[in-house]
């Protein structure tokens, strides 16, 4: 037996896909050569009339099927997931595989599994040829559209741009200016600093301000020298919990 199947594996609940099909295993050519009907024979198995040994209930049958297939699942869940970076050809992206830690592609494992949290600063025109600039919670990207919110991006199909959902965004010629808390970031107005962001994990903050000496404790500011938008900055906060 393998090591996935060897905690809570149950022979019954693997071997046979329904109640009925458990008791067919149990029917012999004798059983139905005096019976002649498939169902009698299953009731008398049923009924511990026939039969090899003992045989658990329908009841029982159905309770152990669901518990294997909770199993399944859970080992399922607890298997790495695909990163959305994986496999892509991202040769010539910048932003997506060069730079400092290899960009985006690099840092999605660390920011999938909570000990990095990285805010990606764009500034760039938007489809209408107007400038856009805002501020992009990576991790809350990556766990959109059900964890694949950035397939499109790593598969080239579609740019990474700010948005007006995203921790901040601006459009410079409407002058549209919204800010959002994320499930990683809370938004802090600091007056003539500007915006600084709160980590939720361990409440920190992130300064942003490109005056500022440092973006903070634990974190890092990466300007990246890219030909795919005007502007690009990477802030990688490392996550820690509070004591």
């Known amino acids: 037996m393998d090591a996935d199947k060897a905690a809570g594996f149950d022979p019954i609940a693997e071997e046979f896909d329904t109640y009925d099909d458990y008791l067919d295993s149990q029917i012999t050519g004798t059983d139905m ?38 199993l399944r699942q859970a080992r399922l869940d607890r298997r790495p997931k695909k990163l959305s970076s994986q496999g892509k050809d991202l040769e010539g992206c910048p932003l997506l595989q060069a730079g400092r830690a290899r960009a985006l592609r690099g840092r999605e494992e660390a920011v999938r599994n909570g000990k990095l949290a990285t805010i990606v600063f764009i500034r760039d025109t938007n489809v209408r040829g107007q400038e856009v600039s ?41 002058h549209l200016a919204t800010s959002n808390p994320t499930a990683n970031f809370q938004v802090i107005a600091e007056g003539v600093r500007g915006l600084v962001f709160c980590n939720k994990r361990d409440r920190k903050p992130v300064d942003v301000d490109p005056r500022a000496p440092s973006p903070g404790d634990n974190s890092v500011r990466t300007e990246l020298a890219t030909h795919e938008y005007a502007q690009v900055v990477l802030f990688d906060h490392l996550t820690r919990r509070r004591s």
């Not at 049923?46 to 329908?58: D, P, Q, S, T």
């Not at 964890?147 to 990474?160: D, N, Q, S, T």
């Open 33 to 70: 050569y005096y019976l002649e009907n498939i169902e009698l024979a299953r009731q008398l198995v049923e009924l511990g009339i026939r039969g090899n040994g003992e045989v658990i209930k329908r009841e029982e049958f159905e309770q152990r099927k669901a518990a294997a297939e909770a």
């Open 134 to 174: 805002g501020y992009i919670d990576y991790g809350a990207r990556l766990a959109s559209d059900g964890g694949a919110g950035m397939e499109p991006v790593f598969a080239r199909r579609r740019r990474l741009m700010p948005r007006p959902t995203d921790l901040s965004f601006y459009n410079w010629k409407t």
